[in-house]
């Protein structure tokens, strides 16, 4: 069974960080590109940041040298990450984790990250 499973949002002032973390099922070990999307009130779910299967990284210009994607796996389960730092009020979204494997596209539920002014 696919599944992604996001946690770490929250609120903070700007200039703060905060680390994202999504737990996905086993099924996606290796096979998948996965990566964080966000949406904004009003605006259209767009990507951050991706992580693909044969490791090539790549972010948003607006996130770039500000937000950190990584993976760690153990024989169970594996966890996407997004680190942010100097965060700004533009950063306020629903983050969401997801996966692309074999041409199928699966979400997590969400997290919401506020960064008040």
């Known amino acids: 069974q696919v599944q992604l499973v996001e946690s770490g949002g929250g609120s903070v002032q700007a200039g703060g960080s905060l680390k994202l973390s999504c737990v996905a099922s086993?099924?996606?070990?290796?096979?998948?590109?996965m990566g964080w999307y966000r949406q904004a009130p009003g605006k259209e779910r767009d990507s951050v940041s991706s992580?693909?299967?044969?490791?090539?990284?790549?972010?948003v210009d607006s996130v770039k040298g500000r937000f950190t994607i990584s993976i760690s796996q153990d024989n169970t389960k594996r966890i996407l990450y997004l680190q942010m730092s100097s965060l700004k009020t533009e950063d306020t979204a629903v983050y969401y984790c997801?996966?692309?494997?074999?041409?199928?596209?699966?979400w997590g539920q969400g997290t919401q990250v506020t960064v008040s002014s």
């Open positions: 997801t996966a692309l494997c074999r041409g199928v596209r699966y």
């Open positions: 992580i693909f299967s044969d490791g090539t990284i790549n972010y």
């Open positions: 086993r099924y996606m070990f290796s096979r998948c590109d």
